[in-house]
């Protein structure tokens, strides 16, 4: 029987179709088993990496990845929170926020001292007007850093918004809805971080 | 991982299962199209597309070896209709309507030889042997299988004259 | 008496009936609305001084000039065609829907926008499915927010604080310098907008904005030919006399616009803003009567015309409310364009003899 | 025009030109002195072509028959003047193409005499039927320009019960003023032709819808239908195309007559004025139709006026009698709303020929076309309340069922649109392209048909000839077979006998 | 068969992915918001493009026609996932950036396109270079269209290019206009149409100059 008559009966159709599925999927099984290792790596560094981001440099020896602690805000939601310790005493503490933004919700990476003072602030994951509203990323302009040094009391509870609602924080021409999201979300963050402290230093390091 | 190869491969072979019956299922044998096609054709076979006949134009503008426009004693309402049908490009002003045409005897040349009646697809020519024939002007579709036959060269074609009834307004140029 | 053959062969094709013709063309149908645009766009440049005169003459030049590139790049003669003043209309109804101090690139761009991508891309004139005006203005809201969302107060011409011609040129070819006082200056809507995001509802928002009046006379922050609601309206009233547009698509979209808001401002004042401030507001009379009321992307009938306008109303009034921006005529309007084929497919005049359907209506014998 | 009215009435149909009649509608009849030759084309109704019934060189009296109707709906056609005829051939045709018609041309005698006539004094107390034949042979047809048989209609009217007749003095055309001339001139004899078709018709009113910019016309005919109760004079709007039958009818009676209907399905019948003059001439003295009204206009025209003129005078004739201050642009046969032009004046005016306009060179200019921008106007403007932009739009692409879709069917092709059109498309031509192309279609489908039934006979022929051929054989072959056997059985016989003998 | 020059030159211009055959256009439209981008996913769609071809070439014979649809699928959607796969753990920059629009490529119809088209009666050089030249094709398209959008959107060009090609394309890094206040439509959807369009016209306003360039030859002849 030549090729060409076999490729008539279903039976051929069946197995070539078996047969390409079956190697297909071995080979992406086989592949598979050699890049985890490597995707959840890179994966593990890109969080370290935007950590570090918030952090001043040498602020931190411990893997911050790994002593972490998930607690619950006052609407339910689960914050998790990295801890930063140099030499095994406790410094401060780095978490995500995030608040609806012009398009979608703007989420950010808060950086604190014990003292409640923001270490560093940066932009993860936004849906803004590009050219607009993406000046809030640190690739597009510096003012992402205008909340470091800040705190609770600095400014004051009526001046920590932007300048258009007589806050201190600078907003850009056009867009005011952006820079207003952030601030709330830093604002929440570091109330929340105020109103969990104890908590979020209780539980000792897993290191 | 194991169960992942093993429902894709699974999959994969019912899958051919099934497209190797639908092929058996679905099997086309003729197509009805070509019969559609043919009913709207003359029917007068006269060959002037260049086909064996209306069928053979029918089957050549199926398998798209021809144009809408293949048949000049259609004219425009036929390759109009026939383009619709098969959902072919048109270009009216190409199609080769080089107005109606009718087969016309010259009497002082026809013998009356008959040969022409044979041919004439739509039994138009009227004659006897040794008799002048003559063609019924509403009968001809002007195919010339009769000028092609004819001896004596008496058979020639020609052009329906244009009448003021059958006049049509230019289209406007386009602006 | 000459009885010689009166006239040679006819050698060209026969000219069919009829073999009169009314006496507007299209370029007349322009120019009347170009004439109804004036007195609003007089005023619009004696209210923001010459800056608003630049930007004015910028917008139709280049409207003009991408025109003339398109239609050279196609072959044809330029000429004729622009002559038929679409082009330059088009230009205007985009130049008064501009803050009157932008710079020059914006006059510049939006109307090369408009002629090249808002119509001649489709074909040019007839063809385009969007009002070009329309598409150039959102094409420049989305590309150039802040420059276009940056009104200025009103400074008359004559007034101290005005800038003279030179100085209007650095503003318009340079910037504004900023040394400048009272330019950063919102429109209503704008400014309603950004106090509501902040939490503050509109009766106190408002409480300082000027009454309708203000809005009448047009004395006030806004694009250049869109604050004087009374100018406007009147030439809209002009067109309307002239009857170059009917009554059904403003109508409709003006009531489109009040009747929500109305509605809403009754449930929640608040919340939502009364009527007359929508319709005197932003380019509500504008849109209404010269965008709105664009022969070619706007249905033709008169029952098509009413759900035409109605619905630029509603969404202007939706998008005013809900929206991202403040203003949502321009969005309302190209909505709506893309409906308007379908309008005018299912809203067709019933023919004489026919019922709606196309079937012959029975015949009633007379006695 | 109040201020509201203006603002938010929409006219629901037509247009309003310029009617630009005076001054030629003003100044009085005249009548045209009899031209040296007549050129009769045999065609100048709606129907087949009438046969000629004369031979060349034979002598005829003015209103003999000359052509004989050659059909069902077909009229004669009758001398204008008493002559010689001098040629029976083809002749450029009233008609936009400048194609031929075949005619017949007289040479007049100059004595004008005529034939043997026969009148009637008490047409009332005629059948209807009578009288109808009578209106058929006289070759009265439609005088506003449908040249539609005027008796087929009567016998139409008769059968459908038609209890009104409309007598149409619209004349909604510009320049155009042969039916006003014939309202003010002949009142009485219109008059007196409505009572006759509507006792033909057996119809019981009759009213006459004169447009008001005609108020000379208007007072004739009230005074000449005091007398009379059943026919009254309405006056209508002047408003373009008020002529038109299905308007007329809708403004007169407020009934609409259906798509694909006539009129005499809504009980009524159309009539033209200059129409029923004719009638009265016909049954009362026996005059066929062979002289009726021209108008004469159009800015070349140095006298423009109606002229009393022969059937089949040159429009040369009829311009240099009128005069002319420049070489006319362009010649129309009809009104400029729907009126054809010509190719050159040495065609003849026929039957349905109501005006000749004779444009000087600011009349002709055609604007040029652009692109549409849907404004609308055409739509607006549109009688029949179709979409003409659309059905253009559909035709330029080829589309003619498209077109159709858009109810190309009930175009009357009256011209509002591209007179409105302020893009001057000329909309009526594509829709005449299109109706053309359509029929042409139709004719070839129906020809197409016809082929195949003649192939599918000649077929069964053949298949009938060989099956008798076939028999024909068989039957031979067993008759010899019959004849070997018998002959064998004979021999056998024979030899058997001789055995046995 | 065509020859190997023809091959390519069909890919590179004649029968572009892009500007002739207008296949692929979600990626086209989504991912050129930059060069860079262009650049990446283009290559990424050519690995894909050359790869596929190959095994479907070398498959041709086993293939029944009746199931080659739902083969050539398969094939071409483990391709991705390696490609995918592959990505995320050795470039991972690359892969933030290009990520979602990586697993599009199992919808771009040019790669099945060329499957059918070419690969399956082919020979494996000859359907690897058609891939090849296919994916170079539309990797100069997608550049090209993201350049200019780069350009004209944020009036830079290839920005980010060392994280797809190393640090030492560094250069590539240009900043036309420095403090370019930005030309949103560009970057945004709408932007990408444009370009596109804009692009199309101009490739067949080159090729009717050109076809009247060559004489007065029936000016239907140039490429659709």
């Not at chain 4, 030629?24 to 009849?29: E, F, K, Q, T």
């Not at chain 4, 400048?98 to 034939?115: E, H, Q, S, V």
């Not at chain 5, 090609?165 to 370019?180: C, H, N, Q, W």
């Amino acid at each position: 029987m030549t090729l060409l008559e076999l490729r008539e009966k279903i039976g051929y159709h069946a197995l070539l179709l078996g047969a390409v599925a079956l190697a297909a999927s071995v080979t992406l099984a086989g592949v598979d088993g050699k890049t985890r290792s490597g995707i959840a790596a890179a994966e593990q560094r890109d969080l370290q990496q935007s950590l570090a981001q918030v952090l001043p440099e040498g602020f931190a020896d411990n893997d911050l990845l790994k002593d972490k602690v998930n607690l619950k805000r006052a609407d339910g939601s689960a914050v998790a929170v990295f801890r930063a310790r140099l030499k095994g005493e406790a410094k401060g503490a780095v978490f995500q926020m995030s608040a609806r933004g012009y398009a979608d919700e703007v989420v950010v990476l808060i950086g604190v001292d014990v003292g409640g003072r923001i270490l560093g602030v940066r932009v993860l994951k936004h849906k803004e007007t590009p050219g607009l509203g993406d000046k809030i990323e640190i690739a597009k302009g510096n003012w992402i850093r205008s909340f470091e040094g800040r705190s609770l009391g600095d400014p004051t509870a009526a001046r920590f918004g932007v300048k258009k609602d007589g806050g201190v924080f600078d907003q850009f021409a056009g867009a005011t809805i952006t820079p207003r999201a952030v601030v709330k979300a830093v604002r929440e963050g570091l109330q929340f971080f105020v109103a969990n402290q104890p908590a979020i230093f209780a539980v000792p390091g897993k290191e | 991982m194991i169960a992942a190869i093993l429902s894709l491969t699974l999959l994969g072979t019912l899958l051919g299962f099934g497209l190797g019956f639908a092929d058996r299922i679905f099997k086309v044998e003729s197509n009805p199209l070509i019969d559609e096609v043919a009913a709207l054709m003359p029917g007068s076979n006269c060959g002037q597309c260049g086909f064996p006949g209306c069928s053979g134009a029918a089957v050549a503008l199926v398998e798209g070896r021809a144009a809408a426009a293949v048949c000049p004693p259609g004219g425009k309402a036929l390759a109009s209709a026939l383009a619709a049908k098969l959902s072919l490009e048109l270009d009216l002003s190409k199609v080769a309507d080089r107005g109606p045409q009718i087969a016309s005897v010259a009497e002082d040349i026809c013998i009356g030889c008959c040969r022409c009646i044979k041919v004439c697809p739509t039994d138009a020519i009227l004659g006897a042997a040794k008799q002048i024939h003559n063609v019924i002007r509403e009968a001809c579709t002007g195919c010339g299988n009769c000028v092609e036959r004819c001896p004596t060269e008496a058979m020639t074609l020609q052009p329906i004259p244009l009448t003021v009834q059958h006049w049509v307004w230019p289209k406007p140029a386009l602006a | 008496m000459n009885d010689a053959p009166l006239l040679p062969l006819a050698a060209a094709p026969p000219v069919a009936a009829p073999h009169t013709y009314a006496a507007r063309s299209v370029s007349t149908v322009m120019a009347w609305v170009m004439a109804a645009l004036t007195p609003a766009t007089v005023y619009g440049f004696w209210l923001y001084g010459w800056p608003a005169l630049y930007l004015w003459l910028i917008t139709i030049g280049c409207a003009v000039g991408g025109e003339a590139f398109c239609l050279r790049l196609m072959g044809r003669r330029p000429g004729p065609i622009l002559r038929d003043g679409s082009a330059v209309l088009t230009g205007w109804l985009l130049a008064v829907s501009l803050p009157p101090w932008a710079p020059w690139w914006i006059g510049a761009f939006g109307g090369a926008f408009a002629a090249i991508f808002g119509k001649q891309v489709f074909g040019g004139l007839g063809q385009n499915p969007f009002n070009p005006a329309m598409v150039a203005r959102v094409a420049l809201l989305i590309s150039f927010p802040v420059a276009m969302t940056s009104w200025v107060a009103p400074l008359p011409l004559g007034s101290a604080a005005a800038p003279g011609v030179l100085q209007s040129l650095a503003i318009t070819f340079k910037g504004i310098p900023t040394d400048f006082d009272g330019v950063a200056s919102a429109s209503l809507l704008g400014y309603s907008k950004t106090e509501m995001t902040r939490g503050i509802d509109l009766l106190h928002s408002l409480a300082h904005a000027g009454a309708p009046g203000v809005a009448w006379g047009g004395f006030r922050p806004g694009s250049l030919g869109e604050t004087a609601a009374l100018l406007v309206a009147a030439g809209g009233a002009l067109l309307l006399w002239l009857r170059i547009i009917s009554w059904h698509t403003p109508a409709a979209m003006l009531a489109g616009i009040a009747l929500p808001a109305a509605i809403g401002h009754a449930l929640n004042p608040g919340q939502y803003l009364d009527a007359t401030t929508h319709l005197l507001a932003g380019g509500a009379l504008l849109g209404a009567f010269f965008i709105a009321t664009d022969y070619v992307t706007s249905p033709n009938t008169p029952a098509g015309q009413l759900i035409f306008g109605f619905g630029v109303g509603l969404l202007t009034w939706v998008i005013r409310t809900w929206g991202g921006y403040p203003e949502g005529v321009a969005f309302a309007v190209m909505l709506m364009n893309v409906m308007t084929p379908v309008i005018d497919r299912y809203v067709k005049p019933r023919a004489f003899g026919r019922d709606r359907r196309g079937r012959p209506i029975a015949a009633r014998r007379v006695n | 025009m109040g201020l509201m009215e203006r603002l938010f009435k929409t006219p629901a149909w037509g247009v309003h030109p310029d009617d630009r009649k005076q001054p030629a509608a003003a100044v009085p009849l005249r009548v045209l002195p009899m031209p040296e030759r007549l050129y009769i084309p045999l065609l100048q109704h709606v129907g087949a072509p009438a046969r000629p019934v004369v031979l060349v060189g034979q002598p005829v009296l003015k209103g003999q028959l000359i052509a004989e109707p050659g059909g069902n709906i077909s009229a004669p056609i009758h001398a204008p003047t008493s002559g010689t005829v001098i040629a029976i051939g083809d002749l450029t045709a009233p008609h936009p193409s400048g194609l031929t018609l075949p005619a017949i041309t007289i040479a007049a005698d100059g004595a004008d005499r005529w034939a043997e006539l026969h009148g009637c004094d008490d047409p009332f107390a005629l059948a209807p039927e009578e009288i109808t034949r009578r209106t058929a042979a006289a070759g009265v047809v439609g005088l506003g320009g449908a040249t539609f048989p005027s008796a087929v209609k009567f016998s139409l009217g008769k059968r459908l019960d038609v209890g009104t007749l409309i007598v149409n003095g619209g004349e909604c055309e510009p320049y155009l003023s042969s039916d006003d001339r014939v309202m003010r001139d002949f009142a009485d004899a219109v008059v007196d032709g409505v009572r006759i078709v509507m006792h033909a018709i057996g119809a019981r009113q009759a009213l006459v819808g004169i447009e008001d910019n005609k108020p000379e016309a208007i007072a004739a005919m009230r005074r000449a239908t005091e007398a009379y109760a059943e026919v009254k004079v309405c006056p209508v709007p002047a408003r373009y195309p008020m002529g038109s039958d299905k308007q007329l009818i809708q403004t007169l009676t407020g009934r609409e007559v259906p798509a694909d209907a006539r009129a005499a399905e809504v009980g009524v019948l159309v009539h033209n004025v200059s129409t029923c003059a004719a009638v009265h001439r016909a049954i009362r003295k026996g005059i066929p139709l062979i002289e009726r009204i021209v108008t004469v206009n159009g800015g070349a025209v140095k006298n423009p006026g109606n002229l009393w003129a022969p059937i089949g005078t040159l429009i040369d004739d009829l311009l240099n009698f009128c005069g002319v201050v420049e070489a006319p642009a362009r010649l129309i046969l009809g009104g400029p709303m729907m009126g054809t032009p010509l190719p050159h004046g040495r065609t003849p005016i026929v039957k349905g020929a109501s005006g000749i306009l004779a444009f000087n060179a600011a009349e002709a200019a055609v604007p040029e076309a652009g692109p549409c921008i849907r404004c609308g106007s055409c739509a607006k403007a549109c009688p029949m309340g179709l979409l003409p932009m659309e059905m253009a739009a559909h035709i330029r692409a080829d589309s003619f069922k498209g077109a159709e879709r858009f109810g190309l069917a009930d175009c009357i092709a009256c011209g509002c649109c591209a007179y409105i059109c302020p893009a001057h498309i000329p909309l009526v031509q594509y829709f005449s392209h299109a109706k053309g192309e359509l029929s042409a279609q139709e004719r070839a489908s129906l020809r197409n048909d016809a082929t195949k039934r003649l192939v599918e006979a000649r077929a069964a022929r053949i298949e009938r000839e060989t099956q008798e051929k076939a028999a024909a054989a068989a039957r031979r072959k067993a008759e010899r077979d019959r004849a070997k056997a018998a002959a064998a059985a004979l021999s056998t016989t024979v030899t058997a006998e001789e055995i046995s003998s | 068969m065509a020859s190997y020059k023809e091959i390519a030159e069909q890919g590179l211009w004649t029968q572009n992915v892009v500007f002739s055959q207008l296949l692929g256009l979600c990626p086209t439209l989504a991912v050129t918001t930059s060069g860079t981008n262009g650049l990446g996913m283009g290559l990424a769609t050519t690995a894909v493009l050359a790869v596929s071809g190959m095994i479907v070439s070398s498959l041709r014979q086993w293939i029944s026609p009746q199931v080659r649809i739902p083969v050539f699928i398969v094939l071409i959607a483990a391709l991705v996932t390696l490609v995918d796969m592959g990505l995320n753990a050795y470039l991972h920059d690359l892969y933030k950036v290009l990520g979602m629009y990586i697993a599009l490529i199992v919808a771009n119809c040019s790669v099945l396109g060329r499957a059918e088209a070419f690969a399956a009666r082919e020979p494996v050089f000859a359907s690897g270079l058609d891939g090849l030249s296919m994916g170079l094709g539309f990797t100069f398209a997608l550049t090209l269209i993201g350049l200019i959008r780069e350009l004209l959107g944020a009036g830079t060009l290839f920005s980010q290019a060392s994280l797809l090609l190393g640090p030492s394309f560094k250069f590539l890094e240009t900043t036309v206009v420095a403090d370019y206040g930005g030309f949103l439509l560009m970057i945004l959807p709408p932007g990408g149409f444009l370009v596109l369009g804009c692009l199309l016209a101009a490739k067949r306003l080159y090729e009717a100059r050109r076809a009247v360039a060559a004489g007065p030859l029936s000016p239907s002849a140039q490429p659709a």
